[in-house]
């Protein structure tokens, strides 16, 4: 996800998780590992598949952002576990595996950016073509969130790729989805407009001076912006109960991080005007991190001006931004509620792979 949040608030004990796989499994399970030789890092992970036959189509799972394990677990929800199990009970085998760093890959995470991501994905797709038991011409990515940034990357310069799944996956410039993210997210916390409005005004500054800044000079020109919008702003920090120092170094160290301001430059446009295979893009319209309605609409522009486009849409009514059934869509909410992943959105998923 593009905003973390944290588990401390719901002790871990009193969750409920009825969609968690439990043994035995009907199908077969590998713990594997590949290499990314570009980077010379270690990435381990979980293959399933079907115990009887071969040729069997399969999915790499791509997690969103922040340091995900290969079950992409929050709160206790492990959705990537729940999707592979559906997807393997299918006919369909999985890869997933820990992000570099986490877990039990090597790595280092904190300065790695959706490009190296974008690496170790195709480190697992040649992992993939080494496996008999799959069909070489069905090697699809499944992503979430910022993984939905990923797998079309990968797939527009990859002929391996014969599909994606876009779970909530962002469509928009990186910039202009946070700006939305934040007036979403300030709105469902009853934040008033007269705050909302000084935080996108201070965050679009933000933006454009990312946008325009080198990596080297990014950091300088961060502390310059913070420093003169204070001085015309005096009481900003402390509205959000910090000193002026805190939220300085706070917004400098967390804006000039390689993965942030990579996200913030990228424009996944590009990307997906030049994917030719077929794209499955989900989206929950409860969802205050990757709103449904504005990231579809990227391709649908896109579907309108090239009819070759293989694009399929589709938005769900009452679905957050991790597809869990819910009444308010906030990030609070994620961990009270029992259902990991909704139903439909499992079998819409292996529908569309069955039917390619």
Not at 49 to 72: D, H
Not at 126 to 148: D, F, P, Q, T
Not at 188 to 196: A, D, L, Q, R
Not at 244 to 261: F, M
Request: with cysteine; aromatic share 10%.
């Amino acid at each position: 996800m593009l905003l973390m949040v944290s588990t401390s608030f719901f002790a871990q004990e009193s969750l409920k998780r009825p969609q968690t796989p439990q043994a035995p499994f009907e199908y077969n399970v590998e713990e594997v590992s590949f290499q990314n030789t570009q980077d010379s890092i270690t990435l381990a992970g979980t293959f399933t598949y079907p115990r009887t036959g071969r040729n069997f189509p399969v999915a790499i799972l791509i997690s969103g952002s922040g340091p995900q394990n290969r079950n992409s677990e929050i709160f206790g929800h492990k959705s990537f576990w729940v999707l592979a199990d559906y997807l393997t009970n299918r006919g369909i085998a999985v890869l997933r595996y820990d992000d570099r760093g986490v877990g039990e890959s090597t790595g280092n995470f904190s300065k790695a950016t959706s490009v190296d991501f974008a690496e170790d994905v195709v480190a697992a797709i040649a992992y993939l073509k080494s496996r008999k038991e799959i069909n070489l011409n069905k090697i699809g990515l499944i992503g979430h969130s910022e993984g939905g940034i990923i797998a079309p990357m990968v797939a527009s310069e990859n002929k391996n790729v014969a599909f994606v799944v876009s779970m909530a996956g962002v469509m928009l410039p990186g910039s202009e989805l946070l700006l939305l993210q934040k007036e979403l997210q300030l709105q469902s916390m009853g934040s008033s407009e007269v705050f909302i409005t000084k935080e996108i005004e201070f965050d679009k500054g933000i933006m454009k001076l990312i946008n325009a800044s080198a990596s080297d000079s990014l950091k300088r020109n961060l502390e310059k912006y913070t420093s003169e919008y204070f001085k015309k702003n005096p009481k900003f920090a402390s509205d959000h109960g910090m000193t002026e120092t805190y939220y300085k170094t706070l917004i400098v160290e967390s804006y000039s991080s390689p993965w942030l301001s990579n996200f913030i430059k990228y424009d996944p446009k590009n990307a997906l005007e030049s994917l030719e295979c077929p794209l499955f893009a989900l989206n929950g319209e409860k969802d205050l991190q990757v709103p449904a309605k504005e990231n579809l609409e990227v391709l649908e522009h896109i579907s309108t001006i090239d009819s070759s486009k293989k694009f399929t849409l589709k938005s769900y009514s009452g679905l957050n931004h991790l597809f869990q059934e819910c009444k308010t869509g906030t990030l609070m909410e994620y961990g009270q509620i029992e259902q990991t992943l909704s139903p439909q959105v499992l079998q819409d998923i292996a529908e569309w792979i069955d039917n390619l």
